[in-house]
C-alpha cells in the first residue's frame, strides 16, 4: 500500500515538473530544423557526477535556476525541453548539441503520461556510441503527433561556446553531418599526407627543417583532428575525451612551427634575436605540453590560449618583415599564416563572445590550417630549391677550376673513384710554363694555360675527361671499352695530343710545349700505381724531347 501511494506521488510529481517547469518549446513539423534560443535554456548544477537516475536528474533540476548562456561555464548543466511533435508520421529526430568538449550526456524522453524513457549517452566519456565531428548527437524516435518533454544532462570541464541545441529530422541530419565530416576528414587527410611528404624529405636529406615542418604541420593535424571530436570517433576511448588531447598537443605544433620559421629564414645567421625568441617560444611550449596533463584543466585551458594569442601576431608579422627582406619564401608563409592566423583569432574570440555561428569555429580553423600547411610545404620546397642551387653551385665551384674552367684534383679524384672496368690515365705538363711566366709575368701564364686548357678540352673531348691536377699538369682520364682496341686508342690519344700542341703553337704561343705519359689499367695494380707510371713516363718524353726525340716512350 505505501509502496504504490510512493509511486503514485511521483508520477504526480513528475507530471507536475513536465507540465510547469521547461526551458523551452520546440515544434517539430518534420521539414524544419528547430534552434533553440540559448537564453535562460540551461541550469547549472552542482553535482560532480552524472545522475544515476531520472529522479535525481529532476530533482538536481527542481532545485537549480536557469542561466542566460552556458558558455564559459564549468561543471553540469540541465534542461528540460517541451517538444511538440506536429508530423503525422512516425520519425527519428537528431537532437545535435554544440558542445565538442562533453565529457558526459545524458538524455530522457519524457512522455505526456509520464512515462520515462532512457536515450542513448552522448558524451565521450563512459561511452562507446559513435562520435561525430565539432557536435554531439543522439537519436529522439516519436511516433505520430507524439509529444512530451526532452530532458538534458551535460557536464564538461569547460563550455568555450554557447551550448546551442538544434533538432534536425533525419534527411537534414545526415547531409548536414555528411558534409561537416567529410571536410574534417580531407582537412585532415590532406595535412597527414603533407606531414609525411615532409617526413620522407627529411629521411632522404636529413635536413632539420624538413623534421620542423613535419611536426608543424603533423602535430597541427592531428591535434584539431582531436579538437573536433572526430579521434574519438576512429579511437573509441572511454576512459578520458580525446578531445582534450588537441590542447594538449597544441604547444608541440608550436614549438615545432617556431622552430620551422626559425629555420625557414636562416634566423640565427641573419636575424640572431628573432631566432632567440622563437627558441624561448619553443622552450616555453615544449615546458607547458609536459606540464598540461599534470596541471589543473582551467590553468592548461588558459595557457593554450596564450600560445595562441602570441603566435598569431609573430607569425604573420614575421612573415611580413621576411617579405620585406626580399625573402620570397615568405609569400606562401605569410599567405598561410594569415589564412591560420585569423581563423585561430576568431577561434580564440569565439570562446570569449557570444557569436553566431553557421559554421563550427573549429571546422574554419581546420580549412584554414590545411590550406597553411600546403603554403608552409611550399614554402619549404622553395627553400629546398634555393638549397639545391647553391649546392650545385658550391658543388660546381669545388669541383672546377677557377682559371681553366675545366676539372680540378677534386673532380679527378672523385671521377677516378667512380671508375668501374679498365681505363688509361694521361699525365701532361705544359713545357717551358716556367720561362713564359718568368719572362713574360703571371697574367701571360695564366693566359697560356687557359688557352692549353681550352685546346685540350676541344680536341679530347670525344675520348675522355681533362683535368688540372696543379699549376701546370693535366691528367686526362679516358675509360677503355674493348680491351682489344687498347693499343690504337693510345695511338690515338697521343695524336690528339701532339695536335693541341701543334694548334697551341698556331694561336700565338711558339714556345708552346707539352710532354705526356700514359699508362692503363692492364699494367698496373691500383690507380696509384697507374698514376705513378704515367708520371714516370711524361718525366721520360720531356726528356727524350730535350734529347730531340720526337716520339714518347709509351707502351703497354
Known sequence: MIKNILLFTLFVFSNYIHANNVASTAHLDGINTVTLNEHNLWYPVNDSSAPESFTELTNLFTNAAPVASSQGGRGAFITAIKVINTANSHNTWFVNLHVNYLDIGQAYWQTEQGKVIPLEDFGHIGTENPKVAHSQTFSLPLADSQSGTLWIYIQAKVFPTPAVINIYNQANFYKKQVLINNITSIAFTVMITLALLALFTYLNT???ITLACAGYIGLHG?????????????????SFNPVYSGMILFPFAIAAASQFTKLLFNCKQEHPRLANLFNYLSIFSVVIGLLMPFVPFTLSYFISHIIATIWIPLSISTGIFMLRKRDFTAKYYLIG?????????????????????????????????????????????EWLQ????EFNRSYKTSRVDPLTQIGNRFAQNEMLGNLQGHYSLTFIDLDNFKEINDRLGHDTGDKYLVAAAQIMKKNLAELGTIFRCGGDEFIWVVKIKNAQDTESLLIQISELLLASETELQQSGWQQASLSFGIATSFETLNQSECLSLADQRMYQHKQNKKNNTNLPQNSL
Open 222 to 238: 592531428i591535434g584539431w583532428f582531436a579538437a573536433s571530436g572526430s579521434l574519438g570517433y576512429l579511437l573509441p576511448i572511454t
Open 337 to 381: 599564416n594569415l589564412l591560420y592566423g585569423l581563423t585561430l583569432a576568431v577561434y580564440v574570440l569565439s570562446h570569449a563572445y557570444n557569436i553566431d555561428w553557421y559554421i563550427y569555429p573549429e571546422l574554419i580553423v581546420q580549412i584554414a590550417l590545411a590550406l597553411d600547411c600546403l603554403c608552409i610545404l611550399l614554402a619549404l620546397a
Open 206 to 208: 636529413k635536413y632539420i
Open 386 to 389: 634555393i638549397k639545391q642551387k
